[in-house]
Nanobody, 117 residues
Framework: QVQLVESGGGLVQAGGSLRLSCAASRTIFSISAMRWYRQAPGKQRELVAPITTGGSRNYVDSVKGRFTISRDNAKNTVYLQMNSLKPEDTAVYYC???????????WGQGTQVTVSS
């Protein structure tokens, strides 16, 4: 059973920074594309940033220039560096590991990020 464990969430003032981490329990990490999602209260889950096995990445428009996704295959960990945080970034952030052919799709339990104004 693959487990994804997120950490690094918390309460921060607007303009501050947080770094989320997602550690995978097994070595499928190196062959998994990874994604960070978030879900704010009363809203649908939103894709924030994906990163492929080769390191190609993308971002939702609302976080471009502020968030950076990266991965360390040696540590089976994906990161989301969040700078210049805004109150609208408040959400539960989820880590997702998946294969392009649909063979697997795993989720973490989520970590709360709260940005105060």
């Amino acid at each position: 059973q693959v487990q994804l464990v997120e950490s690094g969430g918390g309460l921060v003032q607007a303009g501050g920074s947080l770094r989320l981490s997602c550690a995978a329990s097994r070595t499928i990490f190196s062959i998994s594309a990874m994604r960070w999602y978030r879900q704010a209260p009363g809203k649908q889950r939103e894709l924030v940033a994906p990163i492929t096995t080769g390191g190609s990445r993308n971002y939702v428009d609302s976080v471009k220039g502020r968030f950076t996704i990266s991965r360390d295959n040696a540590k089976n960990t994906v990161y989301l560096q969040m700078n210049s945080l805004k109150p609208e970034d408040t959400a539960v952030y989820y880590c997702n590991a998946y294969s392009a052919d649909g063979a697997w799709d795993y989720w973490g339990q989520g970590t709360q990020v709260t940005v105060s104004s």
